[in-house]
């Protein structure tokens, strides 16, 4: 059979020399931009449009409540029932509901001293508090050092029980599960669950039990986390911003109009039949506390926040271990939205709109549209929309919402407006694991019940500088336990070779100006793709 020529199967306008590389996909691009990139990249602006407008309205209501919550709501104390429990002389401790501490631990060797002995000082009757240190530890010696420190406390007379477990079948929930079968627990009513990392103060029982004491149908009470490493360095700086405007505006929001939010999974006191009812933890997903949460709320029972009741608690400071802990947190409410959906439409014991509020607002703008406009429109859609000046995308969209928007999230941390440029720039590198995450969850792909516990580092880090320092005088050397090539993030120096490209095309050729802003976003991601970011150890 005579051998086709390929000049047969190319259209004339292609038959250009074969050196040409570039005027051969010069001309490709120009026979299929027109009707296939354009009218789909028209549809991405118009999506990411309505995701934007979608956000932005969840914003203004969450800023609008918020104000008025401050100016009008009362009190938590005075919006539900309030009274001390308080010393009887007569009675002794027996006015005192019996609480049951969990302290859920795995391999912590820098902080498994900071929860224990917060714990150990809360100011509750000895006899009326059971401490419940569940260590999931697989190294022996962190394992020795766990038990040796609860032996200490329980010889200064405090019920402190150190609790292990043959495997690790189902991680924090499991851990948590077990715990509450033991015989010793059956007398419990309340259960308070404190993070390895976490730290009470002495009052924090005394503040929060008598909300469920004097009301039945509240389940949970949950605290403000505070921050000791906020100032430790830029990443625990951003992180701050993010969750102040978390537990300043989405929980007090929650708190006050539906009595529903998420369970933060520590710093907060659950009444153990309202666990019970709602069927228990469950290990389906990574976010075992928000499970529980939304099982518990479908029921009916309520739940307060109390933002002046802050624990002190640590934020992951190396870069490594927040992405992990991103991934955790943006799979796991994307894989629980996907497994809860049906049932929260179909549940006939909650009204109309505490069902939409939850769909809606907490599961559907929050957890699934707030990571992906945030990653297709500002790292994908709008740089290639400099590459097709066809497609056109409205200033209102590209510039104003984004701004209004950011300025609404920076009322959690006013100390930091100062760096709120910098933290738009590193939330959108984040958005791309945030993204990439969601769909894992939403898919239920491979990684979807993936469990890397946070890495503390406690006060790790900074003894080590101070021993060194004080035994040779001077400062001492960083050391890096890692290669340079084991801190390296594809992922990232990727999208920062994509955005360097665009933004030089739109240097030569755009009339917008949005190389400065690409330009901008390249340094971050590339920053971020060699792993100089947070501490580095």
Not at 111 to 130: E, M, N, T
Not at 317 to 334: I, L
Not at 503 to 509: I, K, L, R, S
């Amino acid at each position: 059979m005579a051998q086709i020529s390929p000049k047969l199967l190319i259209p004339e306008s292609f038959q250009v020399s074969r050196d040409d590389i570039t005027g051969q996909l010069s001309l490709i691009w120009e026979l299929i931009k027109a009707p296939l990139i354009v009218p789909l990249l028209k549809l991405g602006v118009y999506l990411c449009l309505i995701m934007s407008l979608m956000l932005f309205m969840e914003r203004v209501y969450m800023g609008i409540v918020i104000i008025l919550v401050k100016m009008f709501w009362k009190k938590p104390e005075k919006r539900y029932k309030f009274e001390p429990i308080q010393d009887d002389v007569e009675l002794g401790s027996s006015n005192f509901p019996v609480v049951l501490v969990q302290i859920p631990m795995f391999n912590e060797k820098e902080v498994y001293k900071i929860s224990i002995g917060a714990a150990c000082g809360l100011s509750w009757p000895s006899d009326r508090l059971v401490i419940q240190v569940l260590d999931d530890s697989t190294d022996p010696a962190i394992k020795l050092l766990v038990e040796q420190e609860c032996q200490r406390w329980a010889a200064k007379g405090i019920n402190v029980v150190y609790q292990i477990r043959e495997n690790r079948t189902g991680y924090k929930a499991g851990a948590l599960k077990e715990g509450l079968k033991r015989s010793y627990v059956k007398h419990c009513e309340y259960v308070a669950i404190i993070d390895a990392d976490f730290r009470p103060e002495p009052d924090f029982l005394r503040r929060s039990i008598p909300f469920l004491v004097h009301n039945p149908d509240i389940a949970l009470v949950q605290s403000r986390w505070r921050f000791v490493n906020a100032d430790e360095c830029l990443l625990t700086r951003m992180q701050e911003m993010s969750l102040d405007y978390h537990f300043t505006v989405e929980q007090e929001v929650g708190s006050s109009t539906h009595a529903f939010f998420g369970f933060n999974g520590t710093a907060g006191i659950w009444r153990i039949a309202a666990i019970n009812e709602a069927g228990g933890w469950k290990d389906r997903t990574t976010v075992e506390d928000m499970d529980l949460a939304v099982r518990a709320s479908l029921r009916g029972w309520k739940f307060v926040y109390l933002g002046d009741l802050q624990v002190k608690s640590e934020l992951p400071s190396t870069f490594k271990a927040f992405r992990f802990q991103q991934h955790r947190w943006s799979c796991g409410p994307a894989n629980l939205f996907r497994k809860m959906v049906w049932e929260i439409i179909q549940n006939k014991k909650v009204r109309f709109w505490k069902k939409v509020y939850v769909i809606y607002s907490f599961f559907f703008v929050r957890k699934i549209i707030a990571h992906m406009v945030t990653f297709f429109f500002y790292c994908v859609v709008l740089p290639l929309t400099i590459l097709v000046p066809e497609v056109k995308v409205p200033i209102w969209g590209a510039v104003y919402i984004p701004c209004i928007i950011t300025i609404l999230n920076s009322v959690g941390t006013p100390r930091s407006i100062h760096l709120l440029f910098y933290w738009i720039l590193f939330e959108n590198v984040m958005s791309l694991h945030r993204t990439k995450a969601t769909f894992i969850g939403l898919l239920e792909a491979g990684r979807a019940n993936e469990w890397v516990v946070t890495e503390k580092l406690g006060d790790a880090v900074k003894k080590a500088a101070e021993a060194a320092k004080n035994k040779t005088n001077v400062k001492a050397p960083r050391k890096f336990r890692f290669k340079f090539t084991d801190r390296l993030n594809t992922l990232e120096l990727g999208f920062s070779a994509f955005l360097f490209l665009c933004g030089c095309y739109d240097f030569v050729h755009g009339k917008n100006n949005y190389f400065i802003y690409l330009f901008l976003q390249t340094i971050t991601f590339f920053i971020c793709g060699i792993g100089y970011v947070g501490t580095i150890i």
